[in-house]
């Protein structure tokens, strides 16, 4: 099986910076896009952000130019660097990878998520 393994969540002050981390292992042949998604208390996830397996990112508007999103393909790791946080940046984060695992009976791709960690901006 594949698994994805969130680290890096935490109690910061509005200004400051995390950084987030997520690890895929298991019979991984490759991974495609990997992403961020967030969902704070009574609202919908949503994306924040996303990287391709060449490392082309996109951003939701409201963390652009304040988050970075970066990958290392040899660690199956994909990283949210987060600067600059607001209260508003309060959720439960996610990660979200695209794998192609390797089975008996071929090779299947598919969706798969970290169990969530908490990020919580203190104003």
């Known amino acids: 099986q594949v698994q994805l393994v969130e680290s890096g969540g935490g109690l910061v002050q509005a200004g400051g910076s995390l950084r987030l981390s997520c690890a895929a292992s298991?019979?991984?042949?490759?991974?495609?896009?990997m992403g961020w998604y967030r969902q704070a208390p009574g609202k919908q996830r949503e994306l924040v952000a996303t990287?391709?397996?060449?490392?082309?990112?996109n951003y939701t508007d409201s963390v652009r130019g304040r988050f970075t999103i970066s990958r290392d393909n040899a660690k199956n790791t994909v990283y949210l660097q987060m600067n600059s946080l607001k209260p508003e940046d309060t959720a439960v984060y996610y990660c979200?990878?695209?794998?192609?695992?390797?089975?008996?009976?071929?090779?299947?791709?598919?969706?798969?998520w970290g169990q969530g960690t908490q990020v919580t901006v203190s104003s």
């Open positions: 979200n990878a695209e794998i192609m695992r390797r089975t008996a009976w071929g090779r299947p791709t598919s969706d798969y």
């Open positions: 298991g019979r991984i042949i490759s991974i495609n896009a």
């Open positions: 990287i391709t397996s060449g490392a082309s990112a």
